[in-house]
């Protein structure tokens, strides 16, 4: 599965665009068991967890204000500049998103429009573990605000000092969000899902998370509460042809790669020569990546392939619809009207899959495991429902009525024909 | 339960706010036989399946096009006009749903944007049951039309006589849909689900249908196939106050009501003088309907609630999060500004809910069973993925890059740096 794959015949696509397995058939009952413990003894249960999984059980899983404010302290200043550019192109970006109500007279007398409203309560799970994901809060946290949530708290674990990572409260305490609490894992999920004593119940939960935490989300889902995907391993295809730069695409296959034994990379390119220029150049950059091993893993599930024909590589790219698609090519943008499945693309030499996984402005949580067929990632839309409102006068109803009574009736639904009939003025 | 319920404690709202049990659970062994019947056998348990549950079995599961245009014989010339003055008003309503591409540069030197990308292919279910619901197709396949899908079928059952109601193939012909299948029930959820001989695999299955349907719809999602929403029972809650009219109201719930026994409708009043208004009306109306019987049933489940303070009511109103809403007061307008959870809203004394089902333009696909606090109805949206793009040049790279490089070394994604520190001329 390694080598070069040199014009796959299409019988053999499917195959080659398998994800990694997950076998997560067996999680199940343990992690029914951590939600119920949880829905039963509340507070009690998740610090009994966070001590059995994290190696600490925090007296109170509130972060106090203090706390919020003094991650401040411990943060450099070039790094909250970083954070403050990201949050201001984020912003930006997310700030077009918002939906304007435009009354639409469909009819005369009959006026109808759709208002954004947001989500009343909403959870962010922020994973610690190997990283501890502050961008992932900027990612979800500023569409919430967008979009006029009102009421949004965090989970994330703390470490085994009891504290939660600095860059997540500084985010937290720039953003205005005052209710973090200490908790991670599948327990984290069933206390936002149900509620404890200190953790209010949320309408909807967001984030991503190892595969227990998206086990649980899977299974509270299930039970009716809200969840913005199931995140599965992360994903990069690269389209790249002549006016490529190897050493760029290499750099971010192994960025993609970096994330975990589990990511998948696939490089589809015009030509041979393109991907042996690429793993001469990842030859060249791996060793001295620190995450170096898990790269290694992951480039277990690498697909290199040559695919001649553009058409050819944008049917191959879309079937597969990968989370993040990379066009390497000076074309890019007019290569771009190929694409019909992917959550983000990079368009051009020059735009690296970790601008948008930071500042860019774009989301960075976005649909895995070829769900970008049908799925968006998160934007302010996640955050809102749309309702539709409709105003009907007199005129309307006599201009419309008749048709309703008519549909009605050929429908069999005659107390909706009456609903109607009683309504209108006869002249 | 049936009595007046006057001011009710806060405490017991949520116990008020019980929708009719399901009892799906013994359900989902025998709907997965059929879908993994169907999966393994194709076209064939499809037909078997329709003979034994819906007693007939078409030769060949496709609806020809003589079929399709026969059907505009059978349909007397009102009720067509009827429906295509739904058809205008549902298509400019949806037509104001379609966002337009809006370049934005984040930072100089960084562009960013969204693009709706039509769904490739389009399931729609649509029901025959007791009412052949031709207004359904209308609502599903005009919103998919403007969201640029291309390849849109439809599975249906046929009658006993093998026959596909006119009616719904006068809406397909009217909408240039070409692909009608004669197929009802979970099997027609697996077929599309899955792909048969005839029937091409769909990548997300529309529509409304029974407790087998739903559950067949659960079940396929469960298996990545991506569905609208689960459907539960239909709703209707009615806020009415002193400016109400108690004959329309009336109408209004007994036209919810005749959906199906399990329908649920609820009426918060101002004042108990209202409520047994309307119930007068109740009894004056009900006997010359048809489905008096289902209305009946229904009516056991209903709500008829006293909350003196607006504010109050729509706190009731917002927790309950009912599908449709009707304010039947003379300043609807104004009191919509209490709505925060809802599917639909109709405003004033001469908006029935019944226009927002056939022909006001708004969608009738809505959510139920508490799910609009975080769902929307079905729209333009449910028919594409929104795909966000980015490019960046060498002054944007420069510009955002070295905020990527820190924010990334502080997750400790080292190989994510790299891929900016490569692109960065350094100066």
Chains 1, 2 share one sequence.
Not at 242 to 260: M, R
Request: hydrophobic share 40%.
């Amino acid at each position: 599965m390694n080598a070069i794959i040199v014009k796959p015949p299409r019988e053999e696509w499917s195959q080659l665009m398998q994800r990694p397995r997950i076998d997560a058939q067996n999680l199940e009952e343990t992690i029914l068991e951590i939600i119920n413990t949880v829905k039963q003894q509340g507070d009690e249960a998740v610090k009994n967890y966070s001590l059995k999984f994290h190696g600490f059980a925090p007296d109170n899983l509130w972060v106090t204000p203090q706390e919020i404010a003094d991650s401040s302290k411990t943060i450099n200043k070039y790094l909250k500049k970083a954070i403050l550019l990201a949050k201001k192109n984020i912003e930006k970006f997310h700030g077009q998103q918002v939906e304007k109500i435009k009354k639409i007279a469909t009819s005369p007398g009959v006026v109808c429009w759709r208002k954004s409203v947001p989500v009343e309560k909403i959870g962010l799970y922020i994973p610690g573990g190997s990283a501890p994901l502050f961008s992932t809060l900027l990612m979800l946290a500023i569409p919430a605000k967008i979009a006029g949530c009102k009421n949004i708290m965090v989970t994330t674990p703390a470490n085994k000092s009891g504290n939660v990572d600095p860059a997540v409260l500084f985010v937290a305490n720039i953003l205005g969000i005052k209710n973090v609490y200490k908790g991670g894992g599948a327990q984290a999920i069933a206390a936002m899902a149900y509620g404890t004593q200190t953790v209010d119940k949320v309408d909807k939960i967001f984030g991503p998370g190892n595969q227990y935490v998206t086990c649980a989300k899977k299974l509270v889902n299930m039970d009716g509460v809200a969840i913005d995907m199931l995140a599965g391993p992360s994903e990069l295809a690269v389209y790249a042809d002549n006016t490529c730069i190897p050493a760029f695409v290499a750099a971010d296959l192994l960025s993609q790669a970096e994330h975990g034994a589990d990511s998948q990379v696939v490089l589809v390119a015009s030509n041979e020569t393109i991907i042996k220029n690429v793993v001469n150049e990842i030859h060249r950059q791996l060793p001295s990546l620190p995450r170096k091993d898990i790269i290694e893993q992951s480039f277990l599930n690498r697909r290199f392939i040559v695919i001649n024909k553009k058409e050819e590589a944008f049917d191959f790219l879309n079937e597969y619809a990968p989370e993040h698609l990379i066009i390497a090519s000076q074309k890019a943008e007019q290569l771009s009207a190929f694409v019909k499945n992917a959550g983000s693309v990079f368009l051009g030499n020059l735009s690296p899959e970790s601008a948008g996984d930071y500042a860019s402005g774009t989301n960075h949580s976005l649909p895995t495991n070829g769900t970008a067929k049908t799925y968006s990632g998160v934007s302010v839309d996640s955050f809102v429902k749309k309702i539709t409102f409709q105003k009907i006068i007199q005129k309307g109803i006599n201009n419309i009525g008749p048709a309703i009574e008519l549909m009605a009736s050929a429908e069999r639904l005659d107390a909706h024909k009456n609903a109607v009939t009683i309504r209108l003025k006869k002249k």
